[in-house]
């Protein structure tokens, strides 16, 4: 071959090259503004009312007074002690009322209504006597739930704790993160309960828009290739997030489960776990189940005489159209998250649900 022809074919290569290299961009780009379109998100409703917290990842400002939090009229109050409660909370109990603790997450904390609404505060509705403490919190996993009642609500006077939570509360406590948001990992050794990744890193919270979108710029080919190359020169070795298996987060339920009844014993209180029921998104007329090393571990609690209150079957009973007016529908609130929540309907019926299972079992006593 010539070297003319060499020249032409070499020209050809690199031509095509070039063509090759700007269709392979601009499919990326594409793709990338594609994604940015259809996954980008605001900051979470929570992060209007939550800071850093070093043990926790995040926990409720103190002393917050939002009227409009969530809609006109709903509005959002935290207690010196960031509790989701008008007034901060002695130590003592107030004479002549019983004091409930309410541990949880968004469907303790009564995200998407206003603070009336929540299923704490309709309990103290229901019967005047309680005083409802809300230690609800949006995100959290039962891990989290855990950690703030051992700190905050322990050393508090108490006559009964709730620890409430949904199935996926138990799948936030595999990891440690939290749609990106950085939070303890806990694990069970030997029925002890361990705690890693703290203190928690700051980071996820300082940048809300980036820890929710980061998995976006992913889609970039530039990316993908800059990883690709720090790998190789040793600088960027790929690591797989701590994960906990389904034994191993059965074990800390368990653990969690156990520690909560011994120290509420010690401290002269009574315990219940509540199993919160929400809607399945992808059957909208069913109720999401929960995963079977969940129900293991309530088992086992429920063995060791933990008093265990499933509303599944009270909110099973509705029929479908009944049961979906309880929740917060598709573009009811234009919030991140808000829907399938309980409405201030769903929270009252939650309320009244326990309310009757805490009479029934003697955990409260008959008015």
């Not at 051992?150 to 709730?162: K, M, N």
């Not at 929710?212 to 720090?230: M, Y």
């Amino acid at each position: 071959m010539t070297s003319g022809a060499l020249k032409r074919l070499a020209l050809g290569l690199g031509l095509s090259c070039v063509v090759l290299a700007f269709i392979e961009g601009a499919c990326s780009a594409l793709w990338f503004g594609w994604e940015t379109w259809t996954r980008f998100e605001l900051p979470i409703q929570e992060r209007h009312h939550t800071r850093y917290d070093a043990e926790l990842g995040w926990v409720n400002e103190p002393n917050l007074r939002d009227p409009d939090l969530y809609a006109p009229g709903r509005s959002f109050t935290s207690n010196a002690q960031g509790f989701r409660n008008a007034a901060d909370t002695p130590v003592q109990v107030p004479a002549g009322k019983l004091r409930v603790i309410c541990c949880g997450d968004s469907f303790t904390l009564g995200y998407g209504v206003g603070d009336a609404d929540s299923w704490p505060a309709q309990l103290e509705r229901i019967d005047a006597r309680l005083e409802a403490i809300n230690m609800g919190q949006g995100g959290y996993g039962v891990d989290q739930a855990w950690l703030w009642y051992r700190r905050d609500g322990l050393p508090l006077d108490q006559q009964l704790v709730l620890f409430a939570f949904i199935g996926d509360d138990f799948e936030r406590a595999r990891r440690a993160t939290f749609r990106g948001y950085a939070k303890p990992l806990l694990r069970a050794v030997d029925g002890r309960i361990e705690i890693a990744n703290v203190p928690v890193p700051a980071s996820s919270l300082r940048f809300p828009l980036w820890t929710q979108n980061a998995p976006i710029a992913g889609e970039l080919r530039v990316v993908q290739l800059a990883r690709r190359l720090l790998r190789k020169l040793g600088a960027g070795r790929a690591r797989s997030a701590p994960e906990l298996s389904e034994p191993q987060a059965r074990d800390l339920a368990l653990a969690i489960f156990r520690d909560l009844e011994r120290a509420t014993r010690e401290r002269g209180a009574r315990l219940a776990l509540v199993l919160l029921p929400h809607l399945d998104s992808r059957q909208p007329d069913a109720l999401h189940g929960i995963p079977g090393y969940v129900g293991e571990a309530l088992d086992l609690a429920r063995a060791d005489g933990i008093a265990v209150i499933d509303l599944q079957p009270a909110f099973e009973a509705l029929a479908p159209a009944a049961r979906r007016e309880l929740f917060i529908g598709e573009g009811e609130l234009p919030l991140p998250g808000a829907k399938g929540h309980y409405n201030a309907r769903g929270n009252a019926f939650a309320a009244e649900a326990i309310h009757a299972e805490l009479l029934e079992r003697g955990l409260l006593p008959p008015r």
